[in-house]
Structure formats: structure tokens, C-alpha cells
């Protein structure tokens, strides 16, 4: 694809990088130290699953990338057409360049738009791509809302979830080098082979006694703004249990959602955008319930972390 250079300015498409996190600083100690927690017993043996069902298979359309289908809008991307569970599309093409600077992205994109006509079924993308470039994929809807994507370095990228009906962009672009790359579209209203039926679970074992209560300082809390480790995306628990939730997406800056908390330590029960969210403390470290940390960050100038 040609080379787009300078993407401070216009159309972007960008999934929150790893390459431009700024670094992170620890906030001030905890309040007191907790005491020693205690052991927890064994829990019970897990039950055994039960067996898949056959898979069905589709038939596959190639596609082959088409110039230009680097926006500014979807009408200047490369429209694929209907995605439904007749077929699977596979598309190959090149990223000509990659790169990012500390606000946007400096090399190539490559933009996708389709539309999904069915309600109630899941879509499932992956890319995979020749060398060790850094790829990364973000699906936006026909208002170029971010709706979800991949920013780490995993190689391939697989995600599946349930999309309505609707129109869709899906982009690719790479943070450091070229990449000849391979995207293939599915979805399906069922599951291919329907699934057998899971074991029973085992008892779970008796939890052992906590030990001391300490926590991290509420001010300490909310003091400043929190950014998940390795992303682009920052929360600010605000004093009176409301929060905002912000992914950085250059050049237009940082998209904001608003949402709720309480702290019953060691967790933070939080809402954003109407959806459970829950973190865990640990000393001077969140941990969400994906598994992910989060960190103060040092804050810029407007106190935010980007």
C-alpha cells in the first residue's frame, strides 16, 4: 500500500500503541502495610469436559488488496462488500511502510469496510503476516467509533465476538517495518458443531483466613490518572465514585467514556460506559480483571498521561 506519512493531521484510524506509551512512575506508598494473608485450602477437582461437536466449514473467497484504501473516510477504503456465514474472506496485501512517533502513526494503513446485514452473530478476524513487524487492527463503525483491536505484539491477531447489523471498518497498520499480511473475515448465526455437554465442576475447597486490611491511600486513588500497562488507555477515579475512561487515538487526541466506582479494598467494582469492570490492588499496582496492570502514570502538563 502507499507509503502515509505524517498522519498528525486529517483521517487516522489507530489502535493505541505499545511503541508510544509514555513511561509510568509508582504513586506514594500505601497508606499502612497488610498484614500477612492467608493460605487459601485446595480447591476441589475440576469435572470433566464434555466432547465438541463437528465443525462445518465454508467455502473461502480470495481477495486480492486494492489501492488506494487509505480513507480519509470509508468511502476511500477498500469495500469488501457483505460478510455473512456463506463464505469466508481471505484478503492479502502489503503494509509499504511502518512507524510511530510520540502522537501518530508515520507509515502505511490499510482500511477495510464491509457491511454485516444479519443480527445476532459473531464475527471472527485474523491477521497473520510474513517477518517481525509489529501489525495491530482496529474495528471502528460507520461513524469511525473505535470498537475494539489488538495492540500488543501478538502475532497472529484472532479475536471473535457477537457485532449487529451494521457497517464496519476494519484497519491494519504496523508500528515499526513493512509486513505482507493475510485478513480473513467469518461469521456465523450458530456455532459450526454444536457443542457437548460440560462436566460437573468439583466442590471448591475452604478459603483460608485473610490476614491484615491494608490498602492503598484514596488519594493516592485518585490523585491521578492510571494507565494500563503497554496501551494507550487511562482512567482517572475521581473524588464522589465517578471515573473517566480514555483511549488516546492520534491525531485527534483522547476519546473519553464516564463511568462509576466504589473501593471495598483490596477491589475497585467500577462501571464504564455501562459495563462491569473490576481491578484488584496490590500494593502500588491495579490489576483488572483480565489480568492487565495498570500504574500511575507521570502526567504531562494537562495531567493526563498522553
Known amino acids: ?3 502515509r506519512v505524517g498522519l498528525c493531521v486529517g483521517f487516522v484510524l489507530a489502535i493505541l500503541s505499545v511503541a508510544a506509551t509514555p513511561s509510568c512512575s509508582a504513586p506514594a506508598a500505601p497508606n499502612g502495610a497488610g498484614g500477612s494473608s492467608g493460605s487459601s485450602a485446595s480447591s476441589g477437582s475440576s469435572g470433566t469436559s464434555g466432547s465438541s461437536g463437528s465443525s462445518g466449514t465454508t467455502p473461502v473467497q480470495d481477495i486480492a488488496e486494492s489501492e488506494p484504501n487509505n480513507g480519509p473516510d470509508m468511502a476511500g477504503m477498500q469495500n469488501v462488500g457483505v460478510i455473512d456465514g456463506s463464505k469466508t474472506l481471505r484478503i492479502k496485501g502489503r503494509l509499504d511502510s511502518g512507524g510511530m512517533n510520540a502522537t501518530a502513526y508515520t507509515g502505511d494503513f490499510d482500511g477495510f469496510a464491509f457491511e454485516i446485514k444479519s ?21 471502528y463503525d460507520s461513524n469511525l467509533n473505535a470498537l475494539a483491536g489488538d495492540n500488543t505484539a501478538a502475532k497472529p491477531i484472532s479475536q471473535s465476538a457477537p457485532i449487529p447489523a451494521g457497517k464496519y471498518a476494519l484497519v491494519l497498520f504496523s508500528k515499526d517495518q513493512p509486513a505482507d499480511w493475510t485478513l480473513t473475515f467469518a461469521y456465523g448465526t450458530t456455532p459450526p458443531g454444536s457443542s457437548g455437554s460440560s462436566g460437573t465442576s468439583g466442590a ?4 483460608g483466613t485473610s490476614g491484615g486490611t491494608g490498602c492503598i491511600d484514596a488519594t493516592v486513588l485518585t490523585g491521578g490518572y492510571w494507565q494500563k500497562n503497554n496501551s494507550f488507555e487511562e482512567i482517572h477515579f475521581k473524588d464522589g465514585g465517578s471515573l473517566d ?3 488516546y487515538l492520534p491525531p485527534s487526541g483522547t476519546v473519553w467514556s464516564t463511568g462509576t466506582w466504589t473501593l471495598s479494598c483490596p477491589t475497585i467494582t467500577a462501571t464504564i460506559a455501562n459495563k462491569p469492570y473490576a481491578f484488584t490492588i496490590s500494593g502500588t499496582t491495579l490489576t483488572d480483571s483480565g489480568g492487565r496492570t495498570w500504574a500511575r502514570c507521570a502526567p504531562l502538563s494537562n495531567g493526563e498521561c498522553f
Open 204 to 207: 471448591s475447597g475452604t478459603s
Open 119 to 139: 443480527a445476532g452473530g459473531s464475527l471472527s478476524t485474523t491477521v497473520d503476516w510474513t517477518g517481525s513487524a509489529d501489525v495491530d487492527a482496529i474495528l
Open 245 to 247: 475512561d480514555g483511549y
Open 1 to 3: 500500500m502507499s507509503k
